[in-house]
């Protein structure tokens, strides 16, 4: 008799609940690990200096070079906050502007005075509302410094996405109907994927014009009184006022450093990845490339991870179900959109009127409705300065951002280079500047213009990078194949590519070198100060003495300055890109 085969013995099988325990993990997961886990521990060391409470001498700034990388995550803390508040922003205010007809009308003009105010000025209220709040802790400063910095960052970036939006090609609006996806799921798996790459730009570009400003958040004078912060951009701010050269120079080394490495680590992946959702039908022979994308995407952690993010994304998915499905439009009897159009703009009057109407009774009692004239007259220096700086921005920059963008292998070189002089604070380089006017006697009125443009010619150039990227590279080749080239490709392809981008840009310069005015238009180091004919020396001025009536009046000017540019003549390249220009 035969003996008996015993049966093969089972295996246990993890439970599906469980796949990350069957995933191969090799050394790159765990080197991946460690990275996140002391990325963690730095931000939790870091952040526990921002709640404790602080006393008069607390406010100093020790400027030992010892202290410097204490500071400069400090300043890094605060950016990446303000960037990830000011993406949620981009998000809800770009998406309310573009999909609701009369928000549009009062969210854009907003959005315009919302950009021309300058950053002291939204200092000036959000210390003491801040403060008030958080009364001797450290937290109020820093969510002052942090609004600062969002202000200085959130704007370009809205602009950016609510462009995006207006101008989604119409296959892919046809697309979302036919397969009726909700809103939600039109809004992350459509709009947001055809907006990546222009947002990511000029999120890369906001999170510059915050470096522009670090001084300014971290430092600021109010009233006569001094409120600091640790940070870099306070640390070059004591060095300059106690004229210290080398102490200067540290600064901008540690800043460069803080550059670079973030655009290693963070912008170049972030542009890297963003090449996925280029619409073209032919691939393109060289792509954005990253070091850390590459070694990120060699770790095991997304495929061990993926069964809880589609959890996740279920629950999102069925729980955005709330805002509707995109298979039809929303249909309104014309008598019903009449009547919510008169009542629509009737609050808003009302609520416009009440709030002039406070204004200027509230400058009548003080100062007088005369402290208008000196503002406007002085208004007319600044905003030619601004003009002559777009047109020269614009010369330059935009034949340089369409020979960067089009070219993956000089973009990868370039993009640091563009990176760190785009977010180098200029303000660093003001005593420099300020030595270099007293030796050559070139007048600060002329050569405020080229400090302002050094806070804002770097909006056009990463905008025409952008649109030159996003150009399909089936219309590249069909160019090429049909011997296209010199002026007839800019004209047929390149300028109607890159025009919206451009707008962008363009809006969003204008308004940074308004903004910039504030702190170019009066500059100095140690017991020298150059000061400007303008209107933002004016605010400095006003801002600085602690004069509320003064600053109300040139905020209010500058408002309206921008506001008229932006509707007198941005707004219509804004209706000329959507209607003639947009890729459909």
Not at 309 to 336: H, K, Y
Request: overall charge positive; aromatic content about 12%; glycine content about 8%.
């Amino acid at each position: 008799m035969l003996p008996m085969k015993r049966a093969p013995r089972a295996v246990p099988r993890l439970p599906s609940r469980l796949p990350w325990l069957r995933t191969q993990f090799g050394w790159v997961d765990w080197v991946v690990a460690a990275a996140v886990l002391v990325l963690f521990y730095a931000v939790f060391r870091i952040a526990e200096g921002t709640t404790v409470s602080f006393a008069p001498e607390h406010l100093s700034i020790d400027t030992d070079p010892a202290r410097l990388p204490y500071y400069a995550g400090r300043s890094l803390l605060r950016m990446f906050v303000a960037l990830g508040v000011s993406t949620a922003f981009t998000f809800g205010y770009a998406y309310a502007a573009a999909r609701s007809r009369r928000l549009e009308k009062v969210l854009i003009p907003a959005l315009d005075i919302l950009q021309s105010v300058p950053v002291l000025a939204f200092l000036t209220v959000a210390i003491g509302a801040f403060i008030a709040l958080f009364p001797h802790s450290f937290i109020g400063l820093e969510l002052a410094s942090i609004f600062a910095i969002f202000t200085s960052q959130a704007w370009n970036m809205t602009f950016s996405f609510y462009h995006s939006l207006i101008t989604l090609p119409r296959e892919l609006d046809e697309l979302s109907r036919s397969l009726r996806l909700t809103r939600w799921m039109r809004f992350w798996k459509i709009e947001v994927p055809n907006g990546a790459i222009g947002l990511i730009w000029n999120g890369m570009m906001s999170f510059g014009g915050g470096w522009f400003f670090l001084v300014a958040s971290e430092a600021v004078t109010v009233a006569d009184a001094e409120y600091t912060l640790p940070g870099v951009g306070a640390y070059a701010g004591a060095a300059i006022a106690q004229g210290n050269l080398g102490h200067v120079f540290l600064a901008i080394v540690t800043m460069a450093l803080m550059v670079i490495s973030v655009n290693f680590f963070f912008w170049r992946p972030m542009t890297a990845w963003a090449e996925r959702f280029k619409q073209e039908q032919a691939e393109a022979t060289e792509v954005q490339r990253s070091m850390v994308l590459n070694f990120l995407r060699r770790s095991h952690w997304p495929q061990a991870l993926a069964p809880a993010r589609r959890r996740i994304a279920g629950w999102c998915s069925r729980a955005g179900r709330i805002f509707g499905t995109d298979d039809r439009p929303l249909r309104v009897s014309d008598t019903r959109r009449r009547t919510g159009d008169v009542v629509f703009a009737a609050a808003t009057i009302t609520l416009i009127g009440w709030g002039m109407y406070s204004l200027l009774r509230y400058l009548h009692g003080t100062a007088g409705l005369g402290v208008f004239a000196e503002p406007l007259l002085l208004g007319l220096l600044t905003f030619a300065r601004v003009i002559v700086l777009v047109v020269l921005a614009t010369l330059v920059w935009v034949p340089i951002g369409v020979r960067i963008g089009s070219s993956p292998r000089l973009a990868r070189i370039a993009q640091p280079v563009v990176q760190v002089l785009a977010s180098f604070p200029a303000n660093f380089l003001f005593p420099l500047a300020t030595w270099l006017f007293v030796r050559t006697g070139l007048s600060i009125d002329i050569g405020g213009i080229l400090l302002m443009g050094l806070g804002a010619q770097w909006y056009i150039l990463f905008n025409s990078i952008a649109g030159a990227m996003a150009i399909p590279t089936d219309l590249r080749e069909a160019m090429d194949n049909l011997g296209v080239h010199g002026w007839q490709r800019w004209r047929r392809l390149i300028i109607p590519a890159i025009f919206p981008y451009y707008v962008t840009g363009g809006i969003t310069a204008s308004g940074g070198a308004w903004n910039a005015s504030i702190v170019a238009e009066v500059v100095g180091f140690g017991g020298t100060t150059l000061t400007a004919h303008g209107l933002g020396a004016y605010i400095t001025d006003a801002t600085e003495a602690g004069n509320y009536p003064q600053l109300i009046a040139g905020i209010a000017v500058m408002s309206l300055y921008v506001v008229g540019l932006n509707r007198r003549f941005w707004r219509r390249l804004y209706r000329l890109a959507e209607n003639r220009y947009a890729l459909t």
